[in-house]
């Protein structure tokens, strides 16, 4: 079981990193992209997020308690909330300058890690 949670956190960490680059590298890389106009972005977008959807899938799959894994379909949906910001402020802080990461934004995420405390409280 211990192995299946660290497959689905793993996979989800993959996923989330191709879910950013997906809906939110456009606008970081601005400059390398802009000439090819919007429908060539969202065709790239949508190229990205293939590969988005081929970790989540398995990462829900195998991490399910319905289908034999250690978290509860709640306890999944927060997991991936959280591996999303943690990856989303990484790569809002490597590599979108002009909007830092500030004290407001610390207190959301600490809302957020109380969430998964009432999440996975049994």
């Given at each position: 079981?211990?192995?299946?949670?660290?497959?689905?956190?793993g996979l989800l960490i993959c996923s989330?990193?191709?879910?950013?680059?997906?809906?939110?590298?456009?606008?970081?890389?601005?400059?390398?992209?802009?000439?090819?106009?919007?429908?060539?972005?969202?065709?790239?977008?949508?190229?990205?997020?293939?590969?988005?959807?081929?970790?989540?899938?398995?990462?829900?799959?195998?991490?399910?308690?319905?289908?034999?894994?250690?978290?509860?379909l709640w306890q999944l949906k927060v997991?991936?909330?959280?591996?999303?910001?943690?990856?989303?402020?990484?790569?809002?802080?490597?590599?979108?300058?002009?909007?830092?990461?500030?004290?407001?934004?610390?207190?959301?995420?600490?809302?957020l890690v109380l969430a998964v405390y009432?999440?996975?409280?049994?």
């Amino acid at each position: 079981m211990l192995m299946k949670g660290i497959a689905t956190i793993g996979l989800l960490i993959c996923s989330n990193v191709f879910m950013t680059l997906a809906w939110y590298g456009h606008i970081a890389f601005k400059s390398k992209i802009e000439k090819y106009g919007m429908l060539a972005i969202v065709l790239l977008s949508w190229g990205i997020a293939l590969f988005e959807y081929c970790f989540q899938v398995p990462a829900n799959r195998i991490g399910s308690q319905e289908l034999g894994g250690p978290f509860t379909l709640w306890q999944l949906k927060v997991i991936q909330e959280v591996i999303s910001l943690v990856v989303f402020t990484l790569f809002a802080v490597l590599f979108v300058k002009g909007d830092p990461l500030k004290w407001n934004h610390l207190a959301g995420f600490a809302c957020l890690v109380l969430a998964v405390y009432f999440i996975f409280r049994k």
